[in-house]
């Protein structure tokens, strides 16, 4: 069971870690500095069977020598926004598909986001199953593109 909370979203189940066994690859790196957000995103995420890393700033991602899966990214964040973040995973992991989640976002950011390569543009609160929905679609896209450089 789930409940809309803080960030709209927050997995009934949370307290007791939500710890389901990871999906093999499906790893969702989500990077959000509300960390009220980062954990109910963290769970919901988790609960729908996938491998998840946080991180509270897109410094602590771009420290990550091994980027792998799809991130989950805030646009704003204090030491380096979510656009910021996008360009420099561009040269860092190319393929990587990144999902912007964000409280405040508006038209011109989101093309520019999109403009840049992001799968989707999703605004907080989000619906849950919007918010899933996203994340496969970003895995089944990133699947699509690594069998077709193949």
């Known amino acids: 069971?789930?409940?809309?909370?803080?960030?709209?979203?927050?997995?009934?189940?949370?307290?007791?870690?939500?710890?389901?066994?990871?999906m093999t690859a499906r790893?969702?790196?989500?990077?959000?500095?509300?960390?009220?957000?980062?954990?109910?995103?963290?769970?919901?995420?988790?609960?729908?069977?996938?491998?998840?890393?946080?991180y509270t700033s897109g410094l602590n991602l771009l420290d990550q020598t091994d980027l792998s899966g799809l991130i989950l990214l805030d646009i704003d964040m204090p030491d380096l926004d979510g656009l910021a973040v996008q360009k420099a995973l561009s040269d860092k992991a190319p393929s990587l598909p990144v999902i912007f989640l964000t409280g405040h976002g508006d038209d011109i950011m989101r093309a520019r986001a999109m403009h840049a390569g992001a799968i989707d543009f999703i605004a907080k609160p989000v619906r849950q199953d919007v918010l899933l929905e996203a994340i496969a679609t970003g895995f089944d896209e990133a699947g699509r593109t690594n069998r077709s450089r193949a």
Request: proline share 4%; with cysteine; glycine share 12%.
């Open 27 to 54: 790893i969702v790196h989500i990077v959000d500095d509300d960390e009220i957000v980062l954990h109910s995103a963290a769970c919901l995420v988790e609960a729908a069977g996938y491998e998840v890393r946080r």
């Open 1 to 22: 069971m789930f409940h809309v909370g803080i960030g709209g979203l927050l997995h009934a189940g949370c307290a007791a870690g939500c710890a389901l066994p990871p």
